[in-house]
């Protein structure tokens, strides 16, 4: 089967990356330094219905197809994996509200997150807990017409702004979510700063001290917390991470092409010397691959195929541990002007290393990959089994 992008995902991907080229790469680097993201910037990224990317139409988003979403998010990333993280955690919300929110809900929210009136941030991490998320320490409990919350969350991207967050507690001992708007009486929120990556992306904890939310912010129901509404949040989540890994494997490849093929060393261009071109060979068919399996997973995404959360899986994890491992050679091409941030690959080498870690991280991902690869093996022992019984019976 050949796959080929259409004429409109093509065309987009021009769009896409001309909006970068102008709006984000000239910049990127002196964001990462002053640890922020211009609101006028996020101002731009609404217009162009860039946050209400895959949300329907109907509520006044874009309704993209999974893979022009995911091409978006491989641009923007290309440019900056701070401002691409803004599209992973609102987004996140968004269709984790789609999915699983109520009738009132999805009517009043998903038109403000479409339009970027009201940016939302995906609020489940603590200080004591990571990739085992299930079990979160805040605490809701029902008190009257209001739930009080208690409890803190860490490594929230964008909290510093946002307006909105899907906030994940304990609830009768059971996951659950919420949402929780910025001014609750009772939330505080606090920036965090001196990140080794994404430094742009304005993260915060959350300290909740008694904030009451009303009944009618409730998320699907008790229990749904996690299994449910975060599992979803989060696969789309980690596609997106994986489409912006390519994004900064691309950008890798693009400034070592450029730079040797400027810089001279012993009496020649760096890319005439024939270890540089064995990198330079890794990096494309490594970033030709990644891409693919991007692709892969959102073709099924977009049929509603089941096997596509494994997929996204993989894909995650190939596109980030490709990233890092580019971003890391890219740097050593560069030589002491890869530890520059003069240069932006010391820049992609920092953001990349966090990519391995968010959405669930590369040893999560090779437990869940082992895991289906032991179920798949017996899965087809099973089926063969079968096969050769009817085969003796006739």
């Known amino acids: 089967m050949k796959l080929e992008l259409s004429t409109q995902q093509k065309n987009a991907k021009a769009e896409y990356r001309a909006f970068v080229n102008q709006e984000i790469c000239p910049d990127a680097g002196e964001w990462d330094k002053k640890e922020f993201t211009p609101p006028e910037l996020i101002k731009k990224i609404a217009k162009r219905g860039f946050l209400g990317a895959i949300l329907s139409q109907e509520y006044g988003g874009q309704g993209m197809d999974m893979i022009t979403y995911g091409i978006l998010n491989e641009e923007i990333g290309r440019g900056c994996s701070s401002v691409r993280s803004l599209l992973t955690v ?3 919300v968004a269709h984790g509200l789609c999915k699983w929110g109520n009738k009132s809900q999805k009517q009043y929210w998903l038109p403000k997150f479409a339009s970027g009136e009201t940016i939302a941030a995906f609020a489940l991490s603590e200080p004591n807990v990571g990739s085992d998320a299930k079990s979160v320490e805040t ?4 008190a009257g017409d209001a739930y009080v919350l208690n409890g803190q969350k860490k490594w929230i991207t964008y ?6 967050f899907l ?7 059971k996951p659950t979510a919420f949402l929780v708007q910025k001014n609750s009486p009772g939330l505080s929120v606090k920036p965090i700063s001196g990140l080794l990556g994404v430094r742009a992306s304005m993260s915060a904890e959350l300290h909740f001290n008694n904030c009451q939310v009303s009944l009618e912010n409730l998320v699907g129901k008790l229990g749904f917390g996690f299994s449910y509404i975060a599992a979803t949040a989060l696969d789309y989540g980690r596609y997106s991470v994986a489409s912006g890994c390519v994004g900064i494997a691309q950008a890798c490849l693009e400034a070592c092409i450029k730079y040797t093929s400027e810089r001279k ?7 005439e010397h024939q270890l540089i071109r064995q990198i330079i060979s890794q990096m494309v068919t490594n970033v030709k691959a990644a891409r693919l399996l991007c692709y892969q997973a959102a073709y099924l995404k977009d049929i509603n195929d089941p096997n596509s959360i494994m997929e ?10 490709t990233a890092t491992k580019i971003a890391n050679d890219a740097v050593q091409i560069h030589g002491g002007n890869g530890c520059s941030s003069e240069y932006p690959v010391e820049r992609y080498l920092r953001d990349s290393k966090i990519m391995e870690i968010i959405e669930g991280s590369t040893q ?7 895991d289906s690869g032991y179920q798949d093996y017996l899965l087809a022992n099973v089926s063969t089994g079968l096969e050769k019984k009817l085969a003796e019976r006739s």
């Open 167 to 173: 906030v994940f507690a304990k609830c009768e001992g």
């Open 312 to 321: 996204t899986s993989i894909a995650k994890y190939f596109a980030s541990t």
């Open 364 to 370: 999560i991902q090779e437990i869940t990959i082992a």
């Open 90 to 92: 609102h987004n996140m």
């Open 159 to 164: 909290g510093q702004i946002a307006d909105i």
């Open 139 to 142: 605490t809701a409990t029902l």
């Open 265 to 271: 060393q012993f009496g020649v261009y760096l890319k």
